[in-house]
Every structure is written in structure tokens, then in C-alpha cells.
């Protein structure tokens, strides 16, 4: 039966971290991550885990220390934001590359420079092609329920892969929500115990791991990274399919909120995703068929099932808390536009870049959006499809 309580993001990760009980836990404090393993150190010191935490002197070092545990066949975590992910760029391609299936929480803030320590979604973007499964979450409940998800993804035979659990700094890691906890003893059976195949302590087949890759692998490797993506696609339903067997709850690669009628429809991810519904529901009283697709899974992108769910649309945008700084759109609406091209959709798509730095994204700069929509099913002309949502007009 599951557990109602109160939690912030961040309480909700570190809560879900101590039910699956990792062997080690490397950690650097960076804001607005910090609380995650400053609430697990909690745990730690009253005995609630047998985790081995390594407080280390930097985030590249958190995720060495998290390669050499994964590669020594334990099972390892650890949670980070922004600058911290950047410093971690190259140990970050390690851990995919090496196939070690290490869980990362990134609480999403902006990426230096200028500093700033609130939300947007460049830490993500960044490290978006670097062979890490990447879940989306909502709210603190996606956020918990995303770390149930995240080791039986990871550690399938058929992905051996790492897992990025994104959600957004300060508007869901600090707020506090109601959420559903399950069962301590629940949550272990899920889970289940971590048995790797190979890994560097097992004296009964002695390897090496990292050697140099040159002309003769590399590329074969790179498409074994490629191949697990594409079958982590199948694993993420599986294993979704049984949670809600376990908790009731719901996960597909997307939610589709209001979409099947819909006329015009929004993309977009995380929290933004429920100031967008919010809208939604005040513009179905007033007969405008609007609709949402709140992406849920980034890393594998989902673009055949995403295309069939947009394909009936008269208008769609696409938000991205993210510019590319390439003057054709951000990256989640490139994957879209990618998407609908190659299943020959011909829907009408704009872009919007919001929220950078931790802007606010009220719920009339959201209607304006489904506004422009509807002017351009009557006209079908997009003026001009690269936009900005809530930039103050001097600065244009």
C-alpha cells in the first residue's frame, strides 16, 4: 500500500535513493542538487542504508568514482546540476561507453556563463548525444517514480546503459508536494538485487576495462551503444508496464493530455508541462480544442510514436527551456521536426525558447502560444517559426 507524504524534489530523490540502497553513492554538492545527497548522508549516518558515500573533491571525481564502483560490480548513483555536469563531460562519455549503468539525478539549472543558479534545461541539451537514457519528470512524484524505474532500465541485459533523471532546479526539487511512497521492502523487490555479468572483482574471469579503442573497434562499439538505445525502447515499456502493475501509476514514453481531439497542441517537458495543462483545460471551456505532449522519455527519442501521436494536428509548438544558439531552433524541437519529416507528416511547427535562467512562464504567456496556433490554422502561414516566449522586448 502505498505511503502519502509530503516531499520536496529533492527529499523525493533522496528518498527513493535510500529504499533502492545502492552500494556507493559519490557525491559533490553543487546548487540546487545539494540536498539530494545531504539528505542521503542523513540516511548514511543513522544506518538506514549500508551505502558507502564518497564525499569527493569535485563532479568529475563523483563520476569516476561512480565508474570505477559500476566497472568493480557494484551499483552506484549520484545527483548534480549544471556547471557540476559540465566539469563531468568526459567521465560522462565513459560511463556510456563502457556500457556501466550508473543512475545520475541532474536537477536542471543554467549553465555558466554569465552564473546563474536557476532553471533551464542547457545542462540537459549538453549532454544530450552521450549515449545516457534521459527521463523527463513532471513533478516530485515522476521524479520518485522515475528512480524506482531507472535501475531496471538501466541494468537490462539488452541496454547496460546509464540513466540521466532530469528534473527541473528549484520549481520541483524545492517545492514541496504531495506525493505516494511504496513500501520500503516493495520497493527492494522491484528493483531487485544488482548481479553484473562481468565486472573488474570477479577473479574467476580477469579483464580490463577502458583499454585504448582505435580504427579497428571503435566504430563497431559506438554502434553496440547505438543498437542498446534503440532496444531500451522496448525495456522502458516493460518495465513501466510492470510498475503499474505494482503501483497503479501510468508512464509511457509520453503523456498525451487532451490530445486525441485536439486541433493545436503543445511539446513540451517537465514542469512547464503542468502550467501547460492548466491552460489546457481553460481553453477546452471556451471550445478550443488545445492539447498536450508532455515528453517523458528524451533518450531514446520516441519519434515514430511521436509523430503518430502529433500527425492529426492543424498546428503544433514546440517549447525547448534550451537555445541551441544555431538560429534553427532548440533541440527538442529539431528532434520533433526531425521526427514528423521522416514519418511524412506535414504539420505546421514553431518553436519557442522560454524560461532561460529560471524565468517565470506565466500561464497567459502559455495561451499566447495556443493563440499564435490558431492563427496559423486560419491563415497557415508561420511568419517565422524560431521564437522566444516571455523575452522582454528591448532585448530582441
Request: with cysteine; glycine share 8%; charged share 20%.
Given at each position: 500500500m502505498s505511503i502519502r507524504e509530503r516531499l520536496s524534489g529533492n527529499e523525493a530523490v533522496a528518498t527513493a535513493m535510500k529504499?533502492?540502497?545502492?552500494?556507493?553513492?559519490?557525491?559533490f554538492p553543487i546548487t540546487p542538487s545539494t540536498e539530494i545527497p545531504q539528505y542521503f548522508s542523513t540516511f548514511v549516518a543513522n544506518g538506514s542504508v549500508d551505502t558507502e558515500f564518497v564525499a569527493v573533491e569535485s563532479e568529475h571525481s563523483a563520476m569516476s568514482a561512480c565508474?570505477?564502483?559500476?566497472?568493480?560490480?557494484?551499483?552506484?548513483?549520484?545527483?548534480?546540476?549544471?556547471?557540476?555536469?559540465?566539469?563531468?563531460?568526459?567521465?560522462?562519455?565513459?560511463?556510456?561507453s563502457l556500457r556501466l549503468?550508473?543512475?545520475?539525478?541532474?536537477?536542471?539549472?543554467?549553465?555558466?556563463?554569465?552564473?546563474?543558479?536557476?532553471?533551464?534545461?542547457?545542462?540537459?541539451?549538453?549532454?544530450?548525444?552521450?549515449?545516457?537514457?534521459?527521463?523527463f519528470s513532471e513533478n516530485n512524484q515522476e521524479a520518485y517514480d522515475n528512480n524506482l524505474m531507472a535501475h531496471k532500465i538501466a541494468e537490462n541485459p539488452n541496454v547496460e546503459l546509464p540513466v540521466m533523471i532530469c528534473q527541473d532546479g528549484f520549481i520541483t526539487s524545492h517545492s514541496i508536494e504531495n506525493i505516494e511512497l511504496e513500501e520500503d521492502s516493495e520497493v527492494k523487490k522491484f528493483v531487485g538485487e544488482y548481479?553484473?555479468?562481468?565486472?573488474?572483482?570477479?577473479?574467476?574471469?580477469?579483464?580490463?576495462?577502458?583499454?585504448?579503442?582505435?580504427?579497428?573497434?571503435?566504430?563497431?562499439?559506438?554502434?553496440?551503444?547505438?543498437?542498446?538505445?534503440k532496444s531500451a525502447k522496448q525495456v522502458i515499456l516493460n518495465v513501466s508496464k510492470d510498475f503499474e502493475?505494482?503501483?497503479?501509476?501510468?508512464?509511457?514514453?509520453?503523456?498525451?493530455?487532451?490530445?486525441?481531439?485536439?486541433?493545436?497542441?503543445?511539446?513540451?517537458?517537465?514542469?512547464?508541462?503542468?502550467?501547460?495543462?492548466?491552460?489546457?483545460?481553460?481553453?477546452?471551456?471556451?471550445?478550443?480544442?488545445?492539447?498536450?505532449?508532455?515528453?517523458?522519455?528524451?533518450?531514446?527519442?520516441?519519434?515514430?510514436?511521436?509523430?503518430?501521436?502529433?500527425?492529426?494536428?492543424?498546428?503544433?509548438?514546440?517549447?525547448?527551456?534550451?537555445?541551441?544558439?544555431?538560429?534553427?531552433?532548440?533541440?527538442?524541437?529539431?528532434?520533433?521536426?526531425?521526427?514528423?519529416?521522416?514519418?511524412?507528416?506535414?504539420?505546421?511547427?514553431?518553436?519557442?525558447?522560454?524560461?532561460?535562467?529560471?524565468?517565470?512562464?506565466?500561464?497567459?504567456e502559455i495561451e499566447s502560444v495556443y493563440t499564435d496556433l490558431t492563427e496559423i490554422t486560419s491563415n497557415g502561414k508561420i511568419e517565422n517559426p524560431y521564437r522566444y516566449l516571455g523575452l522582454r522586448k528591448e532585448a530582441n
Open positions: 529504499q533502492i540502497n545502492p552500494d556507493v553513492v559519490a557525491a565508474i570505477g564502483a559500476e566497472a568493480a560490480g557494484s551499483r552506484a548513483m549520484t545527483a548534480t546540476s549544471a556547471n557540476g555536469l559540465s566539469l563531468m563531460w568526459e567521465m560522462i562519455y565513459i560511463a556510456s549503468p550508473i543512475v545520475l539525478n541532474l536537477v536542471n539549472r543554467a549553465v555558466s556563463g554569465p552564473l546563474n543558479i536557476h532553471c533551464d534545461h542547457s545542462d540537459a541539451m549538453g549532454v544530450r548525444d552521450s549515449g545516457w537514457i534521459m527521463l548481479h553484473p555479468e562481468h565486472y573488474l572483482l570477479n577473479k574467476q574471469e580477469p579483464i580490463a576495462v577502458g583499454p585504448l579503442d582505435l580504427q579497428a573497434y571503435l566504430f563497431e562499439h559506438k554502434a553496440q551503444q547505438a543498437e542498446a538505445m502493475e505494482w503501483t497503479g501509476r501510468h508512464y509511457e514514453f509520453f503523456e498525451k493530455y487532451k490530445l486525441e481531439d485536439a486541433e493545436i497542441a503543445i511539446v513540451c517537458m517537465n514542469s512547464t508541462a503542468g502550467t501547460t495543462k492548466a491552460v489546457v483545460d481553460k481553453l477546452r471551456e471556451k471550445g478550443i480544442k488545445a492539447g498536450l505532449l508532455k515528453i517523458r522519455v528524451y533518450r531514446p527519442f520516441p519519434g515514430e510514436e511521436v509523430a503518430q501521436a502529433l500527425k492529426h494536428l492543424k498546428a503544433i509548438a514546440v517549447l525547448d527551456r534550451a537555445d541551441s544558439l544555431n538560429a534553427i531552433g532548440g533541440a527538442l524541437f529539431e528532434d520533433i521536426t526531425s521526427s514528423m519529416y521522416i514519418a511524412r507528416e506535414n504539420v505546421p511547427i514553431v518553436n519557442y525558447v522560454y524560461g532561460i535562467g529560471g524565468r517565470d512562464t506565466t500561464e497567459k
